[in-house]
């Protein structure tokens, strides 16, 4: 019987150059390949969706505009009221966290009635009836609420993409100014998380986080880190061998990571060798005017495929200093079969490749030093490759087994 699921997320599936939207897209991916329905529900704000959308997804897209002008108290006084309630919880929320936590987490951290939007989901609510769906695969914790329109034999399932609680304070840390919407209070992404039949966790790491925080057997929590086939781009013709490759998206994070490497690293490797060049690949070119860069380094803007951008260089690195969950852009490049230098933050979640192709360091020494050994032809050869290879093979594998488990699929063949 084939399974009927809807896909809820608050941000596009296409284009996929964004790590969240690649990961979505690989799920659905994996679940349209065993011959299940997906619908989507898009809850973001564009107010159009590509239509890739409309022909990726092999069930329905479900009608996402909603009227975003004020609500007339006369016309629909329950849908202002519910409006009002809503508003009031906010600056409840607000208050509260304020009282019991201080004042970094009433300004920071949102409340979960920050990201309930009465209009979308009252036009879900209208979409999905007499749906049947067998299962609700939502995308980000905050927007459980969502959960409460779907009978308890549907199953609830959220990719959790990153842990939440309190996560502006790593900003902070860092001294750089907190994304804020990417935070809230550990007592939120509890309960929260709690509406889950089965929570999916991006490292073992954050899966063991929500089970302490949640210190039940309800939800199941599995680690489904991101799929990434290996498919090894080779290096184009004509390619100078002294050529780094680091890709990634807008976000201060990035930055931060980008700007490290350029002060610590970068200016120490052009000073013994003229010739070498640092391509810079994303929508972080976009944020040029926030770091410093010389003739030796190349921004290449968004891109459309992983093999526009890894075909340029055999070495990339992932300065990332700090931040939660998998980072994307590691396991994208090990895909592709590059050797990557990256931090202890950048490796979180892919242990298991150190020296299978990651080498791993926080020293800048250790990178100057790395980068300097590539340069001067001490490559790793092709038994690397070969050993790498079948490290992702197996790490998909186990990540698809856990997508299949949380939608009570069939588990035993997964490739």
């Known amino acids: 019987m084939v399974k009927k699921i809807l896909i809820i997320s608050p941000v596009p599936v296409f284009p996929w150059h964004a790590g969240n939207r690649m990961r979505i897209k690989s799920i659905c991916d994996a679940l349209i390949s065993r011959g299940c329905e997906l619908d989507f529900y898009y809850i973001g704000f564009d107010k159009e969706l590509s239509e890739e959308h409309y022909t990726f997804f092999n069930g329905q897209v479900l009608d996402h505009l909603i009227d975003d002008t004020a609500t007339n108290f006369i016309k629909e006084p329950v849908l202002r009221i519910q409006e009002i309630q809503n508003g009031i919880k906010t600056k409840a929320g607000y208050l509260q966290r304020r009282f019991r936590y201080g004042k970094g987490s009433a300004k920071f951290n949102k409340s979960l009635s920050d990201f309930k939007n009465i209009k979308k989901q009252r036009l879900l609510s209208e979409q999905i009836q007499n749906k049947?769906?067998?299962?609700?695969?939502?995308?980000?914790?905050?927007?459980?609420?969502?959960?409460?329109?779907?009978?308890?034999?549907?199953?609830?399932?959220?990719?959790?993409?990153?842990?939440?609680?309190?996560?502006?304070?790593?900003?902070?840390?860092?001294?750089?100014?907190?994304?804020?919407?990417?935070?809230?209070?550990?007592?939120?992404?509890?309960?929260?998380?709690?509406?889950?039949?089965?929570?999916?966790?991006?490292?073992?790491?954050e899966a063991e986080y929500f089970r302490e925080l949640i210190k039940t057997s309800k939800p199941n929590i599995l680690t489904v880190t991101h799929l990434s086939p290996y498919d090894e781009v080779p290096l184009a013709t004509g390619r100078s061998g002294k050529t780094v490759l680091t890709v990634g998206g807008k976000s201060e994070i990035n930055l931060n990571g980008l700007n490290w490497f350029l002060d610590k690293v970068w200016r120490h490797i052009t000073e013994k060798f003229n010739d070498a060049e640092l391509l810079v690949a994303g929508s972080l070119c976009e944020q040029s005017s926030s770091f410093v860069y010389n003739e030796n380094v190349t921004l290449l803007g968004r891109f459309d495929s992983t093999q526009e951008v890894y075909d340029k260089a055999d070495l990339c690195v992932n300065p990332i200093q700090f931040g939660t969950g998998l980072k994307i852009k590691t396991i994208e490049a090990l895909s592709s079969g590059k050797k990557i230098i990256t931090t202890n933050e950048g490796a979180s979640g892919l242990e298991r490749f150190i020296g299978k192709g990651l080498l791993m360091s926080d020293s800048s020494d250790d990178w100057i030093k790395e980068i300097t050994s590539h340069f001067e032809g001490q490559i790793i050869g092709a038994d690397f490759k070969e050993i790498l290879k079948a490290e992702v093979h197996q790490y998909n594998e186990e990540a698809l087994r856990n997508i299949y488990k949380a939608v009570q699929l069939d588990t035993g063949a997964v490739s």
């Not at 049947?132 to 329109?149: C, E, G, I, P």
């Not at 502006?168 to 100014?177: P, Q, R, S, T």
């Not at 209070?185 to 509406?195: I, P, R």
């Open 132 to 205: 049947n769906y067998d299962a609700v695969l939502l995308n980000y914790t905050v927007y459980s609420h969502l959960f409460d329109l779907f009978d308890n034999n549907v199953i609830k399932i959220i990719d959790t993409h990153d842990r939440l609680s309190d996560r502006y304070k790593l900003f902070l840390d860092e001294g750089v100014e907190p994304v804020i919407w990417k935070s809230i209070s550990s007592v939120d992404e509890k309960k929260s998380l709690s509406k889950a039949d089965e929570i999916l966790a991006i490292t073992q790491k």
